[in-house]
């Protein structure tokens, strides 16, 4: 049964009938079609379970559901409890029905009202008076909650009824950095910055994080993305658990994107073992620490990677051509071609600025 043709008709039926019942006709119908269709039978029991957890006094739909969320975080906010909203972060099963649903609640909710909703004004959002600086606050706030399914379930909603307005690339990244950063799903990150490199090359080519992390999760693709589950496997353990695999994935992709994310990770261990947030920590003393594992290493190809980092560090960040020199010669001797050559480059750029 395909969904946008036999199922579609039916989205608004499922949606009404968690507000208030429905007539004769429509129930019998809405019956007959969730039994003979196992995909709308599932969506409109996860609805159903959302809209439970949503506070039980009536609420009036007037076609802006953010200000239901919004209050109940003030209410979870001022009580101290950790509520629904925690919760529904932390249970996959509930973000993943919300990523394989791309209208989710709230599309269901939302956008069969903007078919006939008639011409936006500029950087307003799908309905209410709520922009899209609102929908992105409003996410932010979700994930702070550790809520990242209903986060992603309204972005995605808010994304698909704005189609062609002149911002919603906004939004395809903050879904795209959603799944990076906070969901992991990287098959879905993928897509997701493909998208926005696609559809959205404005936004995209506004920051060179998007090309970087499409450039990791294109390589990590060919490994079914293997790689960034072990590395994500990798920063949560001690450093004695955790070298040996970041070393392997260095090893097994010197110079691509994967081997730098590795040394990434293995210095931000390196920062928390001195006490340090890696988020917050000085440049400094992300030198020292990579200073240290370069010393340290008895791998050759995270030796190489390391004083490769350090070169770059020193001439670009910090002027300091004597010791960018030092470190680009001990990539030199470590026989990996592809550093080596970078390094050689680097070396002559140096010595032609004299």
């Known amino acids: ?35 003979a269709c196992p995909h709308c039978k599932k969506e409109a029991e996860a609805l159903k379970g959302f809209v439970e957890a949503l506070p039980h006094e009536p609420v009036v739909f007037e076609g802006d559901l953010l200000p239901v969320i919004r209050e109940k975080l003030r209410e979870e906010a001022s009580s101290g409890s950790r509520g629904w909203l925690h919760s529904f972060g932390l249970r996959p099963a509930y973000w993943a029905v919300a990523a394989m649903l791309p209208l989710a609640v709230l599309g269901y909710v939302l956008l069969p009202m903007m078919d006939n909703a008639g011409p936006q004004a500029p950087m307003q959002a799908v309905v209410g008076d709520t922009t ?26 808010q994304r698909d009824a704005l189609t062609g307005h002149a911002e919603v690339g906004r939004l395809q990244q903050a879904i795209a950095d959603l ?23 404005q936004t995209f080519r506004e920051n060179s994080e998007h090309s970087a992390r499409l ?54 261990i390196a920062l928390r ?30 030796a190489a990677h390391m004083n490769l980092a350090l070169g770059d560090t020193y001439r670009n960040e910090y002027n300091n051509t004597g010791k960018a020199r030092d470190h680009y010669r001990q990539v030199l001797q470590s026989g990996i071609e592809q550093l080596a050559q970078q390094a050689e480059r680097s070396l002559t750029e140096l010595a032609d600025a004299r």
């Open 273 to 302: 073992e001195m006490g340090l947030d890696p988020a917050t920590a000085a440049p400094e003393l992300r030198i020292a620490a990579l200073e240290m594992l370069s010393e340290e290493s008895a791998n050759g190809a995270v």
């Open 215 to 268: 450039n990791l999760l294109a390589e990590a693709r060919e490994y079914n993305f293997e790689p960034l589950y072990t590395l994500d496997a990798a920063v949560d353990r001690d450093r004695a658990d955790a070298f040996p695999q970041l070393e392997g994935i260095v090893a097994r992709h010197e110079g691509q994107a994967l081997a730098w994310r590795a040394v990434e990770a293995m210095q931000d």
């Open 1 to 35: 049964m395909g969904y946008f043709n036999e199922c579609k008709p039916f989205t608004g039926l499922i949606a009404a009938s968690l507000y208030e019942p429905l007539d004769s006709a429509d129930a019998a119908s809405l019956a007959a079609h969730l039994e």
């Open 179 to 201: 799944e990076f950063n906070h969901l992991r799903r990287y098959p879905e990150a993928y897509a997701a910055y493909m998208t926005l490199q696609g559809d959205y090359w």
């Open 132 to 157: 899209i600086q609102d929908v992105l606050a409003e996410s932010d706030m979700l994930v702070s909650q550790r809520a990242f399914g209903p986060a992603l379930a309204m972005l995605e909603a």
